[in-house]
């Protein structure tokens, strides 16, 4: 819209009437007004003293120090951007940054001096730029009301681009509320801030500050000697031009919902269940467990790169890309990594949900995102622990090393190779532990974060000596991979200090293999160990058991390429785990949300070709794909705990970017991949003759690795039940409510004695199921060195059944096939080497005496991530702290739709006489 002269003189009336008055003759400032002490001495202190610093702007007591002593300042409140009046609703919109329509910059004598220095070298420390936001009210709008600070103070020692940013508010402490709130709760007041993803477009020193800004101008049109000026107040802007507009809008205005309501749909309410443990035989009757204690809060972990010019950290956390590589507000002009959905079963007049699938938020709910804080984890590092009390720290340091990976790599890397970083330093309290602590637990809380992944080197990937996490990292820690040949540098270079580069491997199953194949020492179970011998077992692999093989699994299947037959079926591991579709649709995004060429112009920006962000997706097949960061299987029940009990583990629902929750867009996901991508179950043939049933139930394995795969302790199982005129009348792998499979008689659930590995039992692998009593699991099993069946890590040693599904084209001459060969009756079954990657069970199911009516059956393969036999052996440690947290979280968690009765379903199949 051009704007006339006469607009443009009553514009500039009405901006000039609304500029702040002349300083008022207040005196000599106070003491509160002496010099800020260095943030980087100090955070406490430091806000407190900016807090007084600023005084009250609204009011004008306390005058805020900047107008007491006289701080030069812009020559007029001016825009961000455009401001125009909505039509559709009448309300006041902004397209400018910030949200607020119109600010006013105050400088201090540091700033003005580097400024009229022509901006040479570095911005001073001390030097402070104050931004006051002000909003335009109705009606009339006659008036500006001053709507909060945007504050930069520098502190070279504090971080890599130095600014310590606030708003002017006390920080506060995280509470369980907050957990559940929209945003959760992001600390405002810190070094290595979110404003980066703006800030870190200027040319230099993170700040768009030009002295021409100071000006009063005389007339609107921008020339280099008057402020830059964007339209305001324009209350016939056409509804068309609002679209247009909405790529300014800012990325992130505090405590409003982005692109509508969050998405919020967990199976359930969290609700007390006393008899989830019911049958456990390590659990007492009436056990209740106490409410745990909660983790350390996600705004906690907080690590920003260190002072120019060596300061860089071999790890910072994940808050430092969050900025740049999460989703911003409702953009429709620009892909801005979110998609606006309907819920399953909304009308189709509903308003859709907008999703946040940006790199962020997909893997901040993912296991990986989460691996630093998973309660399963947690327990199991217990029983290890309480088996061999000798090598407690020993423990923590070799499981870490793949849970808590940056906070165990920068302990070691910081303290020597003989240093030992323990769980004890992961739960550190944040609020009094000392500086370091705080670092390294914040690391590890942090679990596969996003530099762990991105600073992988490609030396050794896919051979044994990066096996068991032992990845190498880049020597240089100015580095970080990806996957894009042409990258936009400058931004990240001035946000972290660090350069994107190409490396292939970060699209390479081997970068995945590294720690999804372990290798652990396996351990008498009555027998001490020193340190030294069990580095000795880790290092040289003798005595070790294969505790996950799920890379190995990949490698001798179709999918890896390097079988025969092996045409059209190739896919990596982050083809499946990293798609570039959500539900049916192809994604296509900028990876990274900054500012650039897209926002209002301002001084002092780099130029748009070191800042144009292409869209990627556009053309998947060149390999130029958005590759989502969802990460996940289908383990949906450490998902619920997470969904449900945000605040005891320590990571809000909310998203402190745009206000939507990516727990529930991680549940979906999950049953997305369990329903399409897992298995499939068929009955090819059934038969009813002179009262008894035969059936044949076929199950293909869909992935490319064995399902179950990962840890040893998960399992699938058929549940085949006859039914007549629809009422069961025979079942095997019928389970209670809690997931535990029995039989029933007389209306009696009785669990059987392979649920909980009752005298060494365990259903073997089955050809042909004939009571009820038999069920076929596929899973795998083994016991100690005393014969025990175990779920303990450290104490495998003999494999009894290992029947998990073969990926196809698994083959005996296939590599590492002697590690992932069928274990038990599954080795004799043909099926498990002929490279089909499935079985076919038959059932011979008797009817009991006086069955009438239309008989039926019905296969359902299910998945349990958490079994009854594994959660039985972590409550033998009830009374201690990570065994009592997981049994609050199985007694307090609420299932349902796929997951009902502590089992999901994956496939099904039904069949009629």
């Known amino acids: 819209m051009r704007i006339t002269a006469p607009v443009a003189a009553t514009l500039l009336a009405l901006l000039l009437a609304f500029t702040a008055s002349p300083l008022a003759a207040a005196g000599e400032p106070s003491a509160r007004c002496g010099p800020l002490p260095k943030p980087s001495d100090g955070k406490a202190a430091f806000d407190a003293a900016l807090i007084d610093f600023l005084g009250d702007f609204r009011t004008g007591s306390p005058e805020p120090c900047f107008k007491l002593l006289g701080w030069k300042a812009d020559g007029v409140r001016r825009p961000s951007g455009p401001v125009f009046v909505d039509p559709r609703s009448g309300a006041l919109q902004s397209a400018g940054t910030h949200g607020a329509g119109h600010m006013r910059v105050w400088y201090s004598p540091e700033v003005i001096g580097w400024l009229e220095g022509g901006r040479e070298g570095r911005v001073p420390d001390g030097g402070v730029i104050v931004k006051a936001m002000f909003k335009r009210q109705p009606p009339g709008f006659e008036d500006m009301a001053f709507s909060g600070y945007a504050i930069m103070v520098m502190d070279h020692a504090g971080s890599w681009d130095g600014w310590y940013y606030a708003d002017g508010a006390p920080s506060g402490v995280p509470t369980e509320a907050s957990a559940t709130a929209p945003y959760g709760f992001y600390d405002y007041n810190s070094f290595g801030q979110y404003c980066v993803n703006c800030h870190a477009s200027a040319v230099d020193n993170n700040t768009f500050a030009t002295l021409r800004n100071l000006r009063v101008p005389d007339e609107l049109p921008n020339t280099n000697e008057a402020p830059l000026w964007f339209a305001t107040i324009i209350p016939t802007m056409p509804v068309q031009t609002l679209d247009t507009l909405a790529r300014y809008a ?71 890309c969050i900025g740049c590589h999460n989703a911003t507000v409702n953009n429709d002009s620009l892909p801005n990594m979110t998609l606006q959905v309907r819920a399953a079963g909304a009308p189709a007049n509903s308003l859709p949900q907008r999703i946040n699938l940006s790199p962020y938020a997909e893997w901040r709910y993912s296991m990986m995102g989460l691996s630093g804080r998973d309660p399963i984890f947690y327990a199991q590092l217990e029983t290890e622990r309480n088996l061999h009390p000798e090598l407690a720290d020993v423990i923590d340091n070799k499981c870490l090393s793949c849970h808590g990976v940056m906070g165990q790599r920068t302990y070691v890397h910081d303290n020597g190779p003989e240093a030992l970083f323990t769980h004890q330093m992961v739960m550190a309290d944040p609020t009094t ?46 580095k970080i991979y990806g996957p894009y040949k042409e990258v936009v540098e400058k931004p990240m270079q001035h946000a972290i200090g660090l350069t994107p580069e190409f490396q292939p ?94 926002f209002p112009f301002v001084d002092e920006r780099l130029p748009p070709k070191d800042l144009h962000m292409r869209v990627r997706g556009r053309d998947p097949a060149s390999g130029d794909r958005y590759s989502r960061h969802s990460l996940h299987g289908i383990n949906a029940f450490a998902g619920a705990f997470f969904e449900q009990f945000p605040w005891f583990l320590g990571v809000g629902r909310g998203d402190p970017m745009t206000g939507l929750a990516s727990g529930p867009v991680n549940a979906r996901s999950v049953a997305e991949m369990a329903a399409s991508q897992t298995a499939d179950v068929t009955i090819p043939s059934f038969e009813v003759r002179g009262g008894t049933v035969f059936a044949e139930v076929a199950v293909r394995n869909l992935t490319g690795h064995k399902f179950p795969s990962g840890v040893g302790f998960r399992r699938a199982f058929l549940e085949f039940t006859v039914m007549a005129d629809g009422v069961p009348v025979w079942t095997s792998g019928d389970t209670d409510r809690n997931g535990v499979i029995g039989t029933r008689a007389a209306g009696a659930f009785v669990p059987l004695p392979s649920e909980f590995w009752t005298d060494n039992a365990y259903q073997p692998h089955y050809a042909t199921v004939t009571d009820p009593n038999q069920v076929q699991i596929y899973e795998e099993v083994a016991t100690d060195s005393r014969g025990d069946i175990t779920s303990s890590f450290l104490a495998l040693r003999k494999v009894l059944k290992d029947n998990r599904l073969q990926p196809r084209g698994w083959s005996a001459d296939g590599p590492d096939a002697a590690i992932t060969a069928p274990r038990g009756g599954a080795a004799d079954d ?79 199949a039904h069949a009629a006489e």
């Open 830 to 908: 043909p099926a498990y080497v002929d490279g089909s990657g499935g079985d076919t069970v038959r059932y011979v199911a008797e009817l009991p005496a006086g069955t009438t009516g239309r008989i039926t059956a019905r296969a359902i393969l299910y998945y349990q991530a958490i079994p009854p036999h594994y959660l039985n052996q972590r409550m033998r440690w009830l009374g201690q702290e990570a065994s009592d947290r997981l049994a609050w979280f199985v007694q307090n968690v609420s299932l349902g739709g796929r997951t009902a009765d502590w089992k999901l379903r994956v496939a099904s």
């Open 433 to 478: 532990a000392d500086p370091e602590a705080r670092r390294y637990g914040a690391l590890a809380r942090d679990g596969v974060s996003c530099m762990v992944c991105h600073r992988i080197e490609a030396d050794g990937l896919g051979t044994p000596a990066t096996y068991t996490g032992q990845f190498k990292v880049s020597a240089d820690a100015t």
């Open 250 to 320: 800012t990325p992130h205005e505090h405590g409003a919902a982005a692109g509508g309501p969050a998405l919020r749909a967990p199976d359930a309410a969290p609700a007390f269940d006393p008899d989830v443990f019911d049958h456990y035989p390590a659990v007492p009757p009436g056990y209740v467990a106490a409410k745990p204690k909660p983790f350390p809060y996600e705004s906690y972990d907080h690590v920003p790169q260190g002072p120019q010019p060596a300061g860089h950290r071999p790890f910072l956390t994940s808050d430092q």
């Open 505 to 598: 491997q970060i699209r390479s199953s081997e970068l995945c293999g590294s720690c999804h194949t372990v290798f652990t020492p396996s351990l008498d179970v009555d027998r001490p160990y020193t340190r030294a011998e069990f580095d000795e077992m880790a290092k040289t692999g003798k005595g070790v058991f294969h505790e996950q093989t799920t890379y190995l699994e990949w490698k001798n299947s179709a999918f890896s390429g390097q079988l025969a037959g092996s045409a059209g079926a190739v896919r990596s591991c982050q083809d499946c785990h990293m798609p570039n579709t959500f539900g049916a649709k192809s994604l296509a995004f900028r990876i990274a949300s900054i500012e650039d060429e897209n």
